[in-house]
């Protein structure tokens, strides 16, 4: 078990990041963990299938993850805003010392033989970490890239989510709800992490960085090695949906007052959305969606916010209480078009 110890300053150090890479290396390590990767199917299937196709050879990046003890933490190091690009956290890779890639990896394995696929990470580590930035860069392009609109915007409601407890109910009530092996009690986050990671982590001027992740699923991950900032990567709400092509109705009382599109949007927006997702799962162009949006939002029913470089949309308490009041649930809908494909659980 890692204790994390919080004083004032750290508690105002708390904060969210999106990382691309994180995602890219988790879902590799998906892909080699047959248990790991049952939520995931439809996607590892694809991936699965374009590695082979390609001729990918993924045996150093599986290297990298397969320490009982540590994992070298260059592969993925912590974001320095809350929505990088891919290629922003390559170069910050391709920038790690020499000395901290031989350290790291030397770590990873001290207590059992280094795999010889990783011996260039000790003999030339240069010429090893540009090696596997291409085979990085390669693998995002092949598996990652075309779903990552998906992903991140799953990634965002869940980041929106989590600001809303805090809003609600401060560092408390984030830390009760993140995910079972994190508690948090008197100033200490407590999180369970096998055996092999017990320690005391002091946050004071460090703070905290929290990474929602699709991959990392069903345990928590935590960086706690210098001179990374401290992270605590979680499974984000919600993944169960990420794949799922069930579209649903809104209810027919709602449709009735409302509108169809418009009562679809309403029941679409329990959790937050943007315009561009909303007008590709409805077949409707951004402009016919966003003139939705505005009569529903004149109408009190929805709100908006900005995260990062969009403006995502989410009901607002009358919503809530007027979807309700509609009926029940909503109803299914035969469509292979997902209508929410990064719904929250």
Avoid at 221 to 247: D, F, H, K, N
Avoid at 264 to 282: F, K, N, Q, Y
Wanted: glycine share 6%; net charge negative.
């Amino acid at each position: 078990m890692i204790l994390a110890h919080f004083h004032t300053e750290a508690l105002t150090r708390v904060r969210f990041a999106i990382s691309p890479m994180f995602e890219t290396i988790r879902s590799i390590h998906t892909l080699d963990d047959p248990a790991g990767s049952a939520l995931h199917l439809p996607w590892a299937d694809r991936a699965r299938a374009r590695v082979a196709s390609a001729g990918l050879d993924l045996s150093p990046l599986i290297a990298l993850q397969s320490s009982e003890t540590y994992n070298p933490d260059f592969v993925n190091p912590p974001p320095g805003s809350p929505l990088v690009d891919f290629e922003e956290e390559l170069a910050v890779m391709l920038a790690t010392p020499s000395a901290q890639i031989r350290a790291e990896v030397a770590g990873a394995y001290a207590d059992a033989p280094l795999p010889a696929v990783l011996e260039p990470f000790i003999e030339n580590p240069r010429r090893a970490i540009g090696r596997l930035a291409e085979l990085m860069r390669d693998y995002w392009e092949l598996c990652i890239a075309g779903d990552w609109p998906r992903i991140r915007s799953l990634l965002e409601h869940d980041v929106l989510y989590r600001a809303r407890q805090i809003a609600d109910g401060g560092t408390q009530r984030l830390f009760a709800d993140l995910d079972p092996a994190v508690d948090w009690h008197e100033g200490v986050l407590r999180i369970e992490c096998g055996s092999t990671c017990d320690a005391d982590l002091d946050l004071d001027g460090r703070g905290l960085l929290l990474v929602p992740s699709v991959f990392v699923w069903p345990k928590v991950t935590i960086v706690t090695a210098e001179p990374w900032q401290p992270a605590l990567a979680y499974p984000a709400r919600g993944i169960g949906m990420l794949w799922s092509p069930e579209r649903t109705a809104p209810p027919d009382a709602l449709e009735r007052l409302l509108g169809r599109t418009r009562a679809t949007l309403l029941v679409a927006l329990d959790s937050p959305r943007s315009t561009t997702e909303l007008a590709g799962a409805l077949g409707v162009t951004p402009g016919g969606v966003s003139q939705h949006l505005a009569v529903l939002r004149d109408a009190g029913l929805i709100c908006g916010r900005r995260v990062a470089r969009s403006v995502l949309y989410m009901r607002s308490a009358e919503g809530d209480a007027l979807v309700g009041a509609a009926g029940a649930e909503a109803r299914p809908e035969q469509d292979p078009e997902p209508l929410a494909a990064a719904a929250l659980s």
